[in-house]
């Protein structure tokens, strides 16, 4: 009998949770700033004790997608919207797996959508970072469902007529048990990781994250206030909706105000893998 | 000899359990026994009716024509009584039994021991109650068919279908997850696995996620991880499957997908049975990649064609479609022998980068033309592996008469009446059975070069298996030689024979 056909080498373990491919983004991508987050968090982990190969990565496809490439654990690129599914697969296949799903807007919000509102009730004990650009960047400035009305590109010269969703309210009616959401700089970006850590259950992270190509920062930045800081109780959910809709993604006027950090958290709900 | 009973009624009235008790009761009593399901997609009324053959010999198929017909509702005899022989028993009251009633007076009729349709009534629920409708049944019956007695009751037959083949075939190839979204004719599978999870020393799980779109991703995730994962679906749920086998292929995950195929296009006929799929298992997904299509005839070869389709899978970090219909799914006919199973090693023993890009030896995307282009040749390599792997397997099996100059071409679950039909009508032929339709028997080109008449069998319109063994060979069967069913319905071998025999003149 033949040899088992293999087209790769197995991850090795002692080298550094970076890789060596050329990074594709635009100099001054915001997404620097998840990926250093990211690599710092998993660095923090490996010095605390924790094995590599405990942790797996899947991401989807567009920009945010490529930290596949820059992150060296095991896991799948998989397909556009196809993230969640992957997830569950492998946490399935082994519950104590450490696994971090990346999206963005278009296949989280578009494309996947029903697996995203199934992984709210499902529960499974993964991690879900969504990159919210607020455009298709990788195919050139589309409109996603997050876009706000206005917004005008080749395939919408008329500019945009729907209002945009909003994903942490979708979350939170869907039964997530974590629903949190940052600004794409490296010290939220961690920190918020660290918290989704310690969570046991689906963790909903979205990080605004604007495309400075084709969706320029529309002064996100100065609208942030913290929800722990300001003291919001995130074991409440009808505050945690409240504080969702302060903010309807549909640009910032005078006093709007972007409320960033953990809008809910349940520990108590049970997890998808220890009930199949 | 072969006779026929067929058992109808309404949805809910329980012609199933009743054909179920009875053809188990022939099968204690040393019968070969066959019976189909026909059913309409409704849960409450409508007609239902199971065609049930047995005989001292082998039986793997229907005949048209009914000795007993047990009408649940008087509907059942206006639809079959035209298909009555001469002399053939109506089984009817003119109020409507309980359905034990009708299993207990069919006993007296086919001269089985009333102690075996006990044995299967403990088996059941509301023992007293069927035991009673069951044993006034059987005595207030007087007619009996006169039919010849088994010499052997301990036979040791199982009466199993291709559903259950595939289930036992997948646990015995170390199934750790099946992922399915409910889709007939392939849900059997995943109540069948579900009841085997609730065994002691059960390994498996049965998932059912979202979509068959989330089925195939989630499978994929379980199988990178080392895991044993198979998922199943008909054609429609299939149709979401494609971009995730697409992946399989370019991110090299082992994958075993069981199609089981219904008549289309889309909804088609959602309870019936057709081989339509064929053009589907073999060129569904984008892009150029590897995959095994296998086709399994009966229960024992949907067992051990499982456990192969998982060999392959593993081996070779591919995906496998197990190609199967409803007539092979649900038609449950007697296995002699225990499969034949082959150990499987895992492929995947480490934490490693998959990717739906084209990517380097890390898993890492590419774009670049040279690692592109060796990527192809180094997939097409694999692709000659498989091809040579699949010689050390039944590719194909030629039954009959191995030197006839007549030769009979099928796959899949047409096996039965094919075989039923040779013998009944005496026809001296040569069947080749494909089971392997990629890689491709190619070496069948011999056989079809020495065959004077070549008759093909196939349950579709346009004859899927000539086109793929002209592409494979070049060799092309004429119109005149194709025998194509494709009304939802499988092939009765007594009209089958009379058919073939036709074509054969």
């Known amino acids: ?276 | 000899m072969r006779f026929n009973i067929i058992i109808g009624g309404k949805a809910g009235q329980g012609p199933n359990i009743v054909t179920e008790v009875v053809s188990q009761g022939l099968v204690s009593a040393g019968y070969h026994a066959f019976y189909a399901r026909e059913y309409e997609s409704l849960i409450r009324g409508g007609h239902n009716y199971n065609t049930l053959t047995f005989s001292l010999i082998a039986t793997r198929s229907n005949q048209s024509k009914i000795d007993i017909l047990v009408c649940l509702d008087d509907n059942t005899e206006k639809v079959h009584k035209e298909n009555l022989k001469k002399n053939a028993i109506v089984l009817k009251y003119k109020e409507p039994k309980e359905n034990m009633h009708y299993a207990g007076a069919l006993y007296k009729i086919l001269g089985l021991d009333f102690r075996i349709l006990e044995n299967q009534l403990r088996k059941l629920k509301n023992l007293d109650e069927n035991l009673r409708e069951a044993r006034k049944g059987f005595n207030d019956e007087t007619r009996s068919l006169g039919i010849e007695k088994p010499q052997n009751s301990n036979t040791g037959f199982k009466l199993i279908n291709g559903n259950h083949g595939i289930s036992e075939g997948a646990i015995k190839s170390g199934l750790q997850y099946y992922y399915s979204y409910p889709m007939t004719p392939a849900t059997p599978v995943m109540m069948m696995l579900g009841d085997m999870m609730m065994e002691k020393d059960a390994k498996h799980k049965v998932i059912e996620l979202e979509s068959e779109i989330a089925v195939v991703i989630a499978t994929l995730g379980s199988s990178l991880m080392g895991a044993r994962a198979m998922c199943g679906t008909s054609g429609g749920g299939f149709d979401l499957m494609t971009e995730g086998l697409s992946m399989a292929g370019q991110a090299e995950i082992p994958i075993v997908i069981y199609l089981s195929s219904r008549p289309g296009p889309s909804t088609g006929l959602a309870t019936y049975s057709s081989q339509g799929d064929l053009d589907l298992a073999l060129y569904s997904g984008h892009g150029e990649f590897n995959r095994v299509v296998i086709a399994p005839g009966d229960a024992l070869e949907s067992a051990e064609l499982t456990n192969q389709g998982f060999y392959f899978s593993q081996k070779f970090r591919t995906p496998v479609i197990l190609l199967g219909d409803k007539n092979l799914a649900e038609s449950k006919s007697v296995v002699e022998t225990e499969p034949k199973i082959i150990e499987i090693i895992n492929s995947i023993t480490s934490m490693e980068k998959f990717n739906s890009y084209e990517h380097n030896e890390a898993g890492i995307a590419i774009e670049d033309a040279e690692t592109t282009a060796k990527n192809f040749d180094r997939r097409a390599k694999i692709g000659k592996e498989i091809a040579r792997e699949a010689q050390k397997f039944e590719m194909y099996k030629i039954h009959g008469n191995k030197n006839s100059k007549n030769l009979i071409i099928g796959w899949g679950s047409t096996k039965g009446a094919i075989l039923d039909a040779m013998h009944d009508g005496n026809i001296d032929a040569k069947f080749l059975q494909i089971l392997y339709l990629e890689p491709f028997p190619e070496k069948i080109l011999d056989e079809l070069k020495k065959a004077n008449k070549i008759l093909i069998v196939e349950n579709n319109a346009t004859s899927q298996l000539s086109k793929l063994i002209a592409t494979k060979t070049g060799f092309i069967i004429e119109d005149k030689n194709k025998i194509l069913r494709y009304d939802g319905r499988a092939f009765f071998s007594d009209e089958l024979a009379e058919e073939i025999k036709r074509r054969m003149r």
């Not at chain 1, 056909?5 to 991850?11: G, L």
């Not at chain 1, 373990?13 to 890789?19: D, G, L, M, P, Q």
Request: charged fraction near 20%; include cysteine.
């Open chain 1, 1 to 276: 009998m033949a040899k088992q056909s293999k087209s790769k080498k197995p991850i090795k373990t002692n080298v550094s949770i970076r890789t060596n491919a050329t990074n594709t983004w635009c100099p001054g991508c915001y997404n620097f700033q998840i990926l250093a987050g990211v690599q710092n968090f998993l660095e923090n982990q490996m010095k605390m004790g924790k094995n590599r190969d405990d942790f797996s990565i899947v991401s989807g496809i567009g920009c945010n997608s490529k930290i596949f490439d820059y992150i060296n654990l095991g896991g799948l690129n998989s397909l556009h919207g196809r993230v969640i599914p992957a997830c569950i697969g492998i946490k399935v296949a082994k519950p104590s797996q450490n696994v971090f799903g990346f999206s963005g807007d278009g296949d989280s919000y578009a494309e996947g959508m029903e697996h995203l509102i199934h992984a709210a009730r499902y529960n499974s004990n993964f991690k879900y970072i969504v990159h919210n650009n607020q455009v298709f960047a990788l195919t050139i400035a589309e409109p996603t469902p997050v876009t706000e009305k206005g917004y005008k590109d080749k395939t919408t010269p008329k500019g945009v007529k729907l209002a945009p969703m909003n994903p942490i309210k979708l979350m939170l009616a869907a039964g997530a048990s974590f629903v949190a959401r940052v600004f794409a700089d490296v010290n939220q970006v961690q920190q918020v990781l660290e918290e989704a850590q310690k969570h046991k259950g689906f963790a909903f992270i979205e990080v605004i994250q604007p495309c400075i190509i084709f969706h320029a920062d529309a002064g996100y930045k100065d609208k942030l206030y913290n929800l722990q800081k300001s003291g919001h109780n995130k074991a409440d959910l009808k505050a945690a909706m409240e504080k969702a809709e302060e903010w309807d993604y549909n640009g910032v006027k005078t006093g709007t105000k972007i409320p960033v950090g953990i809008f809910y958290q349940n520990d108590n709900k049970p997890v998808f893998e220890e009930l199949i």
